[in-house]
């Protein structure tokens, strides 16, 4: 563990001088890393805020303080909170469904199959595609006029439905499309959550004549509770987060159907160069983030105390 | 009715089960697939309907067009060079913290490890900005070191807390009996610690590699000149240029960016999974 094990100090003074010298060498082991997260991402966040007070333009060399200015034109903004909404429906929408798939997948997974590892090999691909590459490759498939899907839906007597170019289609798209990018995730973490619980317990169960859908309510999903309680936040933040697939895909439209707040604030930023006003978006979306963060730790605690 | 016996019944359920995961799979595959078919169609065939689902006379048009007339190798190239990059600094950067989170002991070590792993909770997303304006201000717009510092810092509360996780998972007796036997910090760290952590440094290596080679968004944002911009946004100016005519050159061109995370997650699953389910759970 360390050097002042070793020998014994004789005097108070040495050994609190060691231990002064000791303390400053795990800082030296830790400070590079501490510097990046420091700068990077602590500093940033606070220079953030900063910067949503001042009519902060690329455009222009003068940026004047303007103190709440950018909130209050925030709040009167309609495309601001039709922005915001539409990311709280796509996160209601997208956290439990991602959640539930890679749930009934782990679960199958879970089963004593041969060649299980094959299809969760299959299953997991789609994680590691990147979210734009997904969205081109959606895109072609749910092409209205000479995308796959539509052709197998009119084969099937269902017709073509107009997916990229309706707001509700448009929207749907999206939703699918970063299903298909985000269950793996859910996946992966409940199949190892599952694995962690001991067999017997099920055995017990089986003997005590409880049958599978109430094993699955009474041990399986209390014992991976925390899994999910983790997935629930990261997959909120994922979603909250997420522009890649809406520059792929539909660039906020038709119209604003697709204008989530992260793209929103991202056009803003870079397409209208008002930095200062798209700042003041991003601190609201990072305050939406921390309280959910803190949610969910305050959730975590109450359960282990 | 013939009763079934048990094993009848569970024999019955695994076929329903194996009928069902394929499908699934085909279903989770069929983007990739389908994008592999239009890749390799003649291109005057693509907009043909009905649509035939494996071409008659594939063609690797697409793919030679792509790689001679597009920059996209060496966009390719500069997406090595930054995930290349984020990766051995984040793991060298990143294994030391851990060690001495692991291992030393001074005040203030839980809270800053703490602030470490809350740092997930603040997305790139909304910092963009200010490390734009940060970036511009050093002169870093459009270089590589911009990506790498942002990526790695990025990453950092994850590698953090993966490698602290191996190494509490090793004896304390070897640190303490290479002490004795007169080895410094370094050493234990460089002879002792890195090599029996190679599992957890593989699994961080993936993580990182993974994240930083399918970035976007800052990349998009940081890089302006065509030659050293990485493959993500590459391809959406790509896909801007050629969307109205040429789905088999987008095709082509997402599937050979999609080559190196694909080989990783072939050969390295393992790590990949380990990485995962590690880093996410926490607290």
Same mark, same amino acid.
């Given at each position: $563990?360390?050097?002042?094990?070793?020998?014994?100090?004789?005097?108070?003074?040495?050994?609190?001088?060691?231990?002064?010298?000791?303390?400053?060498?795990?800082?030296?082991?830790?400070?590079? #890393?501490?510097?990046?997260?420091?700068?990077?991402?602590?500093?940033?966040? *606070?220079?953030?805020?900063?910067?949503?007070?001042?009519?902060?333009?690329?455009?222009?060399?003068?940026?004047?303080?303007?103190?709440?200015?950018?909130?209050?034109?925030?709040?009167?903004?309609?495309?601001?909170?039709?922005? $915001?909404?539409?990311?709280?429906?796509? #996160?209601?929408?997208?956290?439990?469904?991602?959640?539930?798939?890679?749930?009934?997948?782990?679960? $199958?997974?879970?089963?004593?199959?041969?060649?299980?590892?094959?299809?969760?090999?299959?299953?997991?691909?789609? !994680?590691?595609?990147?979210?734009?590459?997904?969205?081109?490759?959606?895109?072609?498939?749910?092409?209205?006029?000479?995308? &796959?899907?539509?052709?197998?839906?009119?084969?099937?007597?269902?017709?073509?439905?107009?997916?990229?170019?309706?707001?509700?289609?448009?929207?749907?798209?999206?939703?699918?499309?970063?299903?298909?990018?985000?269950?793996?995730?859910?996946?992966?973490?409940?199949?190892?959550?599952?694995?962690?619980?001991?067999?017997?317990?099920?055995?017990? =169960?089986?003997?005590?004549?409880?049958?599978?859908?109430?094993?699955?309510?009474?041990?399986?999903?209390?014992?991976?509770?925390?899994?999910?309680?983790?997935?629930?936040?990261?997959?909120?933040?994922?979603?909250?987060?997420?522009?890649?697939?809406?520059?792929?895909?539909?660039?906020?439209?038709?119209?604003?159907?697709?204008?989530?707040?992260?793209?929103?604030?991202?056009?803003? =930023?870079?397409?209208?160069?008002?930095?200062?006003?798209?700042?003041?978006?991003?601190?609201?979306?990072?305050?939406?983030?921390?309280?959910?963060?803190?949610?969910?730790?305050?959730?975590?605690?109450?359960?282990? +105390? | 009715?013939?009763?079934?016996?048990?094993?009848?019944?569970?024999?019955?359920?695994?076929?329903?089960?194996?009928?069902?995961?394929?499908?699934?799979?085909?279903?989770?595959?069929?983007?990739?697939?389908?994008?592999?078919?239009?890749?390799?169609?003649?291109?005057?065939?693509?907009?043909? !309907?009905?649509?035939?689902?494996?071409?008659?006379?594939?063609?690797? @048009?697409?793919?030679?067009? *792509?790689?001679?007339?597009?920059?996209?190798?060496?966009?390719?190239?500069?997406?090595?060079?930054? =995930?290349?990059?984020?990766?051995?600094?984040?793991?060298?950067?990143?294994?030391?913290?851990?060690?001495?989170?692991?291992?030393?002991?001074?005040?203030?070590?839980?809270?800053?490890?703490?602030?470490?792993?809350?740092?997930? $909770?603040?997305?790139?997303?909304?910092?963009?900005?200010?490390?734009?304006? &940060?970036?511009?201000?050093?002169?870093?717009?459009?270089?590589?070191?911009?990506?790498?510092?942002?990526?790695?810092?990025?990453?950092?509360?994850?590698?953090?807390?993966?490698?602290?996780?191996?190494?509490?998972?090793?004896?304390?007796?070897?640190?303490?009996?290479?002490?004795?036997?007169?080895?410094?910090?370094?050493?234990?760290?460089?002879?002792?610690?890195?090599?029996? &952590?190679?599992?957890?440094?593989?699994?961080?290596?993936?993580?990182?590699?993974?994240?930083?080679?399918? @970035?976007?968004?800052?990349?998009?944002?940081?890089?302006?000149?065509?030659?050293?911009?990485?493959?993500?946004?590459? &391809?959406?100016?790509?896909?801007?240029?050629?969307?109205?005519?040429? !789905?088999?050159?987008?095709?082509?061109?997402?599937?050979?960016?999609?080559?190196?995370?694909?080989? *990783?997650?072939?050969?390295?699953?393992?790590?990949?999974?380990?990485?995962? +389910?590690?880093?996410?759970?926490?607290?």
């Amino acid at each position: $563990m360390s050097a002042s094990t070793r020998t014994e100090p004789t005097t108070k003074t040495r050994r609190r001088r060691r231990r002064v010298t000791y303390s400053l060498s795990e800082f030296l082991w830790i400070a590079p #890393a501490a510097a990046f997260v420091i700068f990077f991402t602590f500093f940033a966040a *606070v220079f953030a805020v900063r910067i949503s007070f001042y009519d902060y333009s690329l455009a222009s060399v003068v940026r004047p303080f303007v103190g709440l200015g950018n909130y209050i034109q925030l709040w009167n903004d309609s495309a601001y909170w039709h922005s $915001m909404g539409l990311s709280f429906l796509f #996160a209601a929408i997208d956290v439990p469904l991602t959640i539930l798939i890679g749930f009934i997948l782990a679960l $199958m997974l879970n089963q004593p199959l041969a060649g299980r590892s094959v299809f969760r090999s299959a299953l997991l691909l789609p !994680w590691v595609i990147s979210m734009v590459i997904a969205g081109y490759m959606l895109k072609w498939i749910f092409s209205d006029s000479a995308g &796959i899907l539509n052709y197998f839906l009119t084969e099937l007597g269902f017709g073509r439905v107009r997916w990229l170019s309706t707001a509700w289609g448009a929207f749907s798209t999206i939703a699918i499309s970063h299903a298909w990018k985000a269950y793996p995730f859910g996946m992966v973490i409940l199949l190892a959550g599952l694995q962690g619980i001991p067999k017997d317990l099920y055995e017990v =169960a089986e003997i005590d004549g409880a049958n599978a859908f109430q094993r699955l309510i009474n041990i399986t999903i209390p014992f991976l509770v925390p899994q999910f309680l983790i997935l629930f936040i990261l997959r909120t933040l994922n979603s909250f987060n997420m522009v890649d697939i809406i520059f792929a895909m539909t660039q906020g439209g038709p119209g604003n159907a697709t204008e989530f707040v992260s793209f929103y604030m991202y056009q803003r =930023a870079f397409a209208y160069l008002d930095l200062g006003y798209a700042t003041a978006i991003a601190v609201t979306i990072l305050v939406v983030n921390i309280v959910l963060a803190l949610v969910y730790l305050r959730v975590l605690r109450s359960r282990t +105390t | 009715m013939p009763t079934l016996t048990r094993r009848q019944r569970l024999a019955s359920a695994h076929g329903l089960l194996y009928v069902a995961l394929t499908v699934i799979s085909l279903v989770a595959l069929f983007p990739l697939l389908w994008t592999l078919m239009t890749s390799i169609t003649p291109r005057d065939q693509i907009y043909q !309907w009905p649509p035939s689902l494996i071409p008659n006379q594939p063609t690797a @048009e697409a793919y030679t067009a *792509v790689l001679q007339k597009t920059q996209l190798p060496r966009n390719f190239l500069n997406s090595i060079i930054v =995930a290349g990059s984020t990766v051995a600094l984040s793991l060298l950067v990143g294994s030391m913290a851990a060690f001495r989170f692991a291992r030393g002991r001074f005040p203030g070590k839980d809270l800053i490890l703490f602030l470490f792993v809350a740092t997930i $909770m603040i997305p790139g997303l909304s910092n963009i900005i200010p490390l734009y304006i &940060i970036m511009r201000r050093l002169s870093l717009l459009n270089t590589y070191t911009a990506l790498v510092l942002v990526y790695t810092a990025g990453n950092m509360p994850l590698v953090v807390w993966l490698l602290r996780g191996f190494i509490d998972g090793l004896p304390i007796e070897l640190d303490e009996s290479a002490v004795i036997d007169g080895a410094t910090t370094f050493q234990v760290f460089r002879h002792i610690i890195l090599p029996l &952590i190679a599992p957890g440094l593989a699994a961080a290596a993936v993580l990182t590699f993974v994240n930083a080679w399918n @970035e976007f968004l800052v990349a998009l944002t940081f890089i302006q000149s065509a030659s050293k911009r990485t493959l993500q946004p590459a &391809i959406q100016q790509f896909v801007g240029y050629y969307e109205q005519t040429e !789905w088999t050159y987008i095709a082509a061109a997402t599937l050979i960016a999609c080559v190196p995370v694909v080989i *990783v997650f072939l050969f390295l699953q393992r790590a990949l999974i380990a990485g995962l +389910t590690a880093g996410s759970v926490k607290g």
